[in-house]
């Protein structure tokens, strides 16, 4: 490894060597905060996971019905697809208990149309149903590009792929207030609320059912979609849990959506204290009834420091964010828990800010190529994915991180791994030599300062990389002055939306790289996630041509290719290594099936929880 600046340096060689055995298992979470703890030394073995009960055969009965279903239903392709709903094991022997977890925050509305707050999307997932879902995969298979129905049915397109018509499942059953069955109306007034088309307040992502012209309700369980392009994307949006959920025509009227939940989904709401609590129990109305097999969920808020002496001390049964340094420790300090890996598909890269009018540094390509070139990514990998420390004791780290490149690493079919692409790999290397070169050609050979920005709510890892890349920089002689920006009132509001000056370390989580092109590289009046106000018209072009295409392999080599042709050399972004793989923790008594893992937005209280269980014997 390359001999590197002090503070990289010195958080590489403070690991010491490891040793204990493999921890099986695999997962994944929604894009999350990484929690943080200490490097510990000789942890020993963890505890093997309790055989499969009749629990355990029940829930991966339903779960490879559920995934077989949807095997033959193709993604958004214009063609018929039916699913099926999954049959739970009537001879379930380990129903009920608490599933308990740690939440960053509180719902700041229970109105899941008003915000994109994290923590009330999460709780009304567990609350309301959603037209489609993810089909959950194993973590070698993660992300899948398959999606089934939740209330959904049956569905197909016409072969333009401008009409999608589809039944609704008949035992859908909203909860009290409400208390009767759902039906197409309840369809078509979620559709108006959520885009604001009866001339409503839209919901602040209605953008991302743009696609969606018309809504046609036939019957009381039909309905059909009219788009305004063929667009390939479109059940993806439609189970994304960030987007729309089914809500009762009683909205409004029957009980007041910002401070109540009634849905059709796996759970009902039972208790709610601002910044304490959030508790719910199982709907005994349940389409897919008797699941789900807990007897209710709660999430306890909780401080970053607290989450793992909690968990340690079995208050609360998963830790979704454990930092790679804090894992000896934990293995060693509570060996009846179970370390699971999280696949995390997101991107870390730096974006350009103001003034883009091409009088700063850092509005000209050959400065943004310099900065790629000064990035050792092979070090920063190490230090933020602590690489040896866990392979040290079995973990495997090596193969599940790389580069990002012009677009993210991890999406198979459409990543471009810039180690073995020479197109990418041109600027995405490590050679100082040809990074001063090229300042000097941009007139930038002295050097300069550039204002930096960069938030920690995302976490250690994602701080730590964020405080290593200036030390870097500095090497070709770039001053990167930094400003850490505060998360509420200042970086969401303003450098997300690309309102700053000089650069930013930023972060974007999507399930495929579609989603990406289309958050970021479009639209660069929209105040949306264009961070580096991107206007190409090539660009947009090539986008519209991609969300256009059904074939998933054709579609795929035109995003590969739209990597070389043209966001390399601008480089609007530039890509660094976090946010790929995470770790999380379960106590043992929590049992999964082998395929629950999603793809990266969250989603896991419809797709997965509905089908875990408790056994306290484990």
Known sequence: MTEGPGFLRTRISRRTALRGGVIG????????????????????APVATAAPTAAATAAATAAATEAATAAATPTATPAPATTATPTPDPRLDRLGGTYRRAASASPETMDPYRTQSHATKGASTMIYSMLFKQIASTFENAPNPEHTGDLVDTWEFTPDGLVMSATIRQNAH????????????????????????????????????????????????????????RFARALWRMADVFNMCIMPRETGTAFDPTVEMVGTGPFVMDEFKTDVNWKVARNPNYYHAPLPYFDAVEDLVLERAQVLTQFQAGNIDHASTIGPDAIPGLISDFPDGRIEPRKQLGWGYISRG???????????????????????????????????????????VASRVGWHGALPAGYPGQSVDPKTDPVI????????????????????GDGFSVPYHYTTVYGTAW?????????????????????????????????FHGDFDGVAFQLQAFPDHGDYLTAMFTNPQDPGRNHSKVDDQAVFDAVDAINSEIDVETRNEMIRNLQRDHLIEPMWYIPGVVWQLGWQGFNKRIQQPEAWNGNGRGGEQVFAWPWWWIDDDA
Request: hydrophobic share 40%.
């Open 25 to 44: 298992g695999a997962g994944l979470a929604a894009a999350a905060l990484i929690g943080c703890g200490d490097d510990d030394d000789d942890a020993p």
């Open 174 to 229: 909203f909860s009290p207030p409400v208390d009767r069955g759902l039906d197409s109306g309840d369809v078509a007034f979620s559709f108006e609320r959520f885009l604001g088309t009866g001339g409503g307040e839209p919901a602040p992502n209605h953008k991302q059912l743009g696609f969606i012209e018309t809504v046609e309700t036939p019957d009381d369980y039909s309905m059909v979609l009219g788009f305004n392009r």
């Open 354 to 396: 103001e003034p883009r009018d091409g009088s700063a540094p850092w509005d000209d390509p050959r400065v943004r190529h310099a900065i790629s070139l000064a990035l050792r990514r092979d070090d920063m990998v190490e230090a933020v994915y602590n690489v040896s420390g866990l392979e040290a004791i079995g973990l495997d």
């Open 425 to 444: 790999g041109q600027w995405v290397r490590h050679d100082l030599a040809e990074a001063k070169k090229l300042l000097d050609a941009a007139g930038q």
């Open 463 to 495: 701080k730590l990389e964020a405080e290593i890349i200036p030390q870097l920089v500095r090497e070709i002689g770039i001053d990167f002055q930094t400003t850490v920006d505060d998360y509420a009132s200042v970086y969401q509001p303003k450098t």
